[in-house]
């Protein structure tokens, strides 16, 4: 695989599976804007040098992805300083748990925000100008919890079936014009999102996994950056697991 020459942007890229992600795309040679919500522009910065380090470079862009102006934004700063935009990874995306006699409708509204509107939002922007140079790569992070359901995260399953229809009808919508959609569904992670999991609750997740063992940033990143590159040219309009075998 090779990216050498790409402009990638990474929502929500200064931790976790999307860090992994603009470092995969970086070590392919891609440059990255690193998108970072308010409060890690460090994270971000120590990214962006870290980047620097392996030859390619990257852009920290602070913006929230559920605004859209301020994902309009993001996305204008990327290709004024890239010069232009050829993967959209829209990483992005918070959990708010709670059984649905309990949910609150901000937790509701603020998971559906994120998780499905900043994808149409950063969407939506990219396109306008992918449709112009007829050519692109938009990958969206879903989750097997968005394929199978999950106790406590109706907010955070319907988000991110949500994704999955969208990914769908964007590929039939821009395939003729050279732009491929795909959507990932990663299984559980090792990142910020899981850590806060009960080691009970680890346990009971572990057992059904028979790869037997929690899935790392890295493995969701190397299946990014395939979707990414020309090796999967043919590639549009799909959901790939990447869940160590998960029967959830
Ligand atoms: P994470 O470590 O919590 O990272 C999520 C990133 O998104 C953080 O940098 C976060 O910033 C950022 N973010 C949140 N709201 C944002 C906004 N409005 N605008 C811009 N950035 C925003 O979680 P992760 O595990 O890496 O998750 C990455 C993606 O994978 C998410 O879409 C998640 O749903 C999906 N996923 C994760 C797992 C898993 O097991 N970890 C499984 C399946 C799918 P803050 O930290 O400042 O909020």
Redesign the pocket.
Known sequence: MDLKGKSAIV??G?????RAICLKLAKLGADVAI???P??KEEAEELKKEIEKIGSRGYPIE????KMDEAKKLIEQAVATMGKVDILVN?????RDSLILRMSEDDWESVLA??LK?VFNCSQAVAKYMVKERKGVIIN?????GLRGNIGQANYAAS?AGVIGFTKSLAKELGSRGIRVNAVA????E????QGFPQEYREKILKQIPLGRFGL?KDVASLVAFLASDEASYITGEVISVNGGIIL
């Open positions: 929502t929500g200064s931790r976790g599976i999307g998108n970072y919500y409060g890690l913006a929230d992805i559920s990483n992005a995306g918070i959990t994120v998780n900043g992070i879903s989750s097997v919890v991110k990663p299984g559980f992670i990142t910020g999102m899981t940033p």
